[in-house]
């Protein structure tokens, strides 16, 4: 099967090596490229691409231009080709609809690889994404609009210090040290909160965080720290 596929991503040097890449690839009909999310629907609605290779992060985009962009045709998928994503970067996407997930960095047999895969019908994820996922303890198949708990909790004041202190990425031992708390204590206020919130990794507190308003959510746009 020959594989419709479409550019999306506003960095022209990305672009420029993307095409590159694709055109040494017989069975990848490249059918454009889009800079933003208007022209990224109107051609998933026009050409009905395969597959959509895209970065997210790019300025133009978010994790909603893949939600939105599936609404439009449901049998595109979409692989995510991103700098080094932050954990709520990660998890937005896959609770946006990607389905295969590769960094910029990633070689050129992993590109191709990935966007194959997808449009014969599987996922791919590149072993840095896996070994994030991994360490922030997602899991594909229980990432949904119902796996985080948004109802009211009574969380308290030290509990919403602790959420809003992992949110920015400080460490156990770092916010112990902050909060002239024991690790052990951080850890058991860390399982109290997990537990009251209804998730079961850190990315997970951190998207309660971001959707209860304890921390911004611009504050993870450009983070590449992972």
Do not use: W
């Amino acid at each position: 099967m020959v594989v419709r596929t479409l550019l999306a991503d506003s960095g022209e040097l990305a672009l420029m090596g993307f095409r590159a890449v694709f055109a040494k690839v017989p069975r990848v009909n490249l059918l454009g490229e889009v800079h933003d999310e208007e022209s990224l629907y109107e051609s998933i609605a026009k050409d009905r691409p395969h597959v959509v290779l895209i970065d997210h992060t790019a300025q133009g985009f978010g994790a909603d231009s893949i939600r939105e962009g599936i609404r439009h045709c449901k049998d595109t998928r979409f692989v995510a080709i991103t700098p080094d994503p932050s954990p709520i970067t990660l998890m937005n996407a896959l609770r946006a609809g990607v389905t295969s997930y590769i960094k910029k960095d990633c070689g050129i047999e992993e590109i191709v690889e990935a966007v194959l895969a997808t449009a014969d019908g599987g996922k791919f994820f590149c072993g840095e994404i896996v070994k994030t996922m991994e360490r922030e303890g997602l899991h594909l198949d229980s990432i949904n609009e119902d796996s985080l708990n948004c109802g009211p909790v009574m969380l308290s004041e030290r509990e919403v210090e602790i959420i809003l202190l992992i949110a920015e990425g400080q460490s156990y031992t770092r916010i112990a040290d902050r909060l002239n708390l024991s690790p052990n204590t951080v850890n058991t206020h860390r399982r109290n909160i997990m537990g009251k919130i209804g998730v079961n990794s850190t990315a997970a507190v951190v998207m309660y965080a971001v959707k209860q308003g304890i921390v911004s959510p611009n504050k993870f746009l450009f983070n590449t720290n992972g």
